[in-house]
C-alpha cells in the first residue's frame, strides 16, 4: 500500500514538473485570451445535423460552506425531472489513488509540502480529463462541486504565486459556466460544520475569498449564497438551463485558462 502510493506520488510529481515545464511552452504559443473557442474533432460526438450537441460542463465554486453540495443535489434533480443526462461530479475525487493521497492531506493525517499538494490536486483533475470530454461529447451534462479555480485559489491563499498556481490547469476543459456563490467567510463559519479538515478555519477562508476575486471572468456567474436555499436555487436554475441549451446547439469548447 505504502509502496502503491509513493509509486504515484512520484508518478503525479513527475507529471506535475512536466505540466508546469510545458506550461512556459504554452503560454508563450497560445494567444493572449487562452479561451478561444475551438471545436474537438472525434468520431464519438454527438452529431445532430450539422451541429456537434453536447452537454455542459457547470462547475460550483466558493468557500468552505457557502452551499455548494446542497446546491448540486438541487441542479441534478431538476434537471433530470427535464429529462436531460446529467452527472454530478466533485473534485478532489477521493476515490482514486491520488484522490486518496489528498483526502489524508486534507483530514491531516499526512503532510505534503504546499506545492506537492497543488499538482496533486492538478492530477487528480487531469486524470479525470478524458473522462470528462468523452461525458461531455456523449451529451451528459456535468455539475461539478469545485474545479481549478478551488486549486488556483485555496494554493494560491498560502503565498504560492497565482500564475505558478494556474500553470499545471492549462489544457483542462474550461466550464461552460462558474456559478460562484458567494459569501462572507463569517457567514460561511457561522453555518458550522467546520470540522476537521485542513482549511477549515476562518482566517484562512479570508485569504481564499480574496484569491477567488483574481479569478472571476466572464464565465463568472455571482450568486448571493446568503439568501434563502430555494432563492439561489432559483437562480441557478435559469443559468444552468441556458448553458445546457446552449452547449446542445453546439456551442463550442474551450480550453483554460480562461480570460
Ligand atoms: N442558502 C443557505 N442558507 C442557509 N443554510 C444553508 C444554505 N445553503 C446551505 N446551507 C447549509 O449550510 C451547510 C453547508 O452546506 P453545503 O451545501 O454542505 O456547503 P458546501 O458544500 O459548500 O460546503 C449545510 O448545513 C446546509 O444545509
Ligand atoms: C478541488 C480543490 C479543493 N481544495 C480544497 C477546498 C476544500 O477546503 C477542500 C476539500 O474540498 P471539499 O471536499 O469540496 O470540501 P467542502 O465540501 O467543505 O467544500 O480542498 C483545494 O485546496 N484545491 C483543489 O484543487
Known amino acids: 500500500m505504502t509502496h502503491a502510493c509513493s509509486f504515484t506520488l512520484s508518478k503525479a510529481l513527475n507529471f506535475g514538473a512536466l505540466f508546469v515545464r510545458r506550461s512556459k511552452f504554452h503560454l508563450n504559443c497560445l494567444p493572449k485570451c487562452s479561451c ?52 454530478l461530479w466533485r473534485f478532489p475525487d477521493r476515490t482514486t489513488s491520488v484522490g486518496q493521497m489528498i483526502s489524508a492531506y486534507l483530514s491531516n493525517q499526512s503532510h505534503l509540502d504546499d506545492h506537492t499538494i497543488h499538482l496533486l490536486f492538478s492530477a487528480n483533475r487531469w486524470e479525470k480529463r478524458s473522462m470528462m470530454e468523452a461525458k461531455l461529447k456523449a451529451g451528459t451534462t456535468l455539475i461539478v462541486d469545485r474545479y481549478s479555480y478551488s486549486g488556483v485559489a485555496f494554493s494560491s491563499a498560502k503565498g504560492i504565486d497565482i500564475e505558478w498556481c494556474k500553470a499545471p490547469e492549462i489544457g483542462l476543459l474550461a466550464p461552460d459556466s462558474v456559478l460562484y456563490l458567494d459569501i462572507p467567510p463569517e457567514k460561511a463559519a457561522e453555518r458550522g460544520g467546520y470540522g476537521g479538515e485542513r482549511y477549515e478555519h476562518l482566517e484562512f477562508q479570508r485569504k481564499v475569498a480574496q484569491c477567488y476575486q483574481m479569478l472571476r471572468d466572464s464565465s463568472w456567474k455571482i450568486i448571493d449564497a446568503c439568501q434563502s436555499i430555494e432563492d439561489v436555487e432559483k437562480q441557478l436554475k435559469e443559468i444552468v438551463l441556458d448553458q445546457v441549451t446552449a452547449c446542445k446547439k453546439g456551442k463550442p469548447f474551450s480550453l483554460l485558462w480562461s480570460c
Open 36 to 87: 478561444t473557442p475551438f471545436r474537438m474533432e472525434s468520431s464519438s460526438s454527438l452529431r445532430i445535423g450539422n451541429i456537434d450537441s453536447r452537454g455542459a460542463l457547470v462547475v460550483l465554486e466558493g468557500l468552505d460552506r457557502c452551499g455548494k453540495t446542497s446546491q448540486c443535489s438541487r441542479l441534478l434533480s431538476y434537471l433530470e425531472g427535464l429529462g436531460h443526462s446529467v452527472e
